[in-house]
């Protein structure tokens, strides 16, 4: 019999990595999860930051992207953003936001975490998680 595989999660191919989907919204995570599983991507989807953070400490390495509502009840898309830097800094954020007011929150984000404006259309979406993603998507 052969041992469990002990692969290290950075030689798991990118192709093959999840993507995170965070949202208190139903219809919104709903819409996310399915243009983005009909594109062929594996995915997860959560409704709030901690849960977010349980799934991913709980399969380190499984998500090379994280897609997160701003605005949620708890603790903020930006808040998530950073915990998630501190458990992994290579992790791709893009971050949704149909938030018109106060964005001093999303000034302090590190360059690189991608803001995609709501509502948007699916090809919006797939446009917006090829950036995020950059060479892995």
Do not use: C, N, W
Request: no cysteine.
């Amino acid at each position: 019999m052969m041992p469990p595989d002990s692969t290290a999660a950075a030689d798991v191919p990118r192709a093959r990595r999840a993507i995170l989907v965070v949202d208190d919204e139903p219809q919104v995570r709903d819409f996310v999860r399915t243009v983005l599983t009909q594109s062929g991507y594996e995915v997860a989807a959560v409704s709030d930051a901690d849960e977010a953070l349980a799934a991913f400490t709980a399969d380190p390495g499984r998500f090379r992207l994280v897609l997160s509502d701003v605005q949620m009840p708890g603790r903020s898309g930006p808040e998530l953003a950073v915990a998630l830097r501190a458990a992994d800094p290579s992790v791709r954020i893009l971050l949704m936001s149909g938030f018109a007011g106060d964005k001093s929150e999303l000034v302090s984000l590190p360059s690189d975490v991608h803001i995609l404006a709501k509502p948007f259309k699916m090809d919006q979406l797939l446009a917006a998680v090829a950036a995020a993603a950059g060479g892995d998507a």
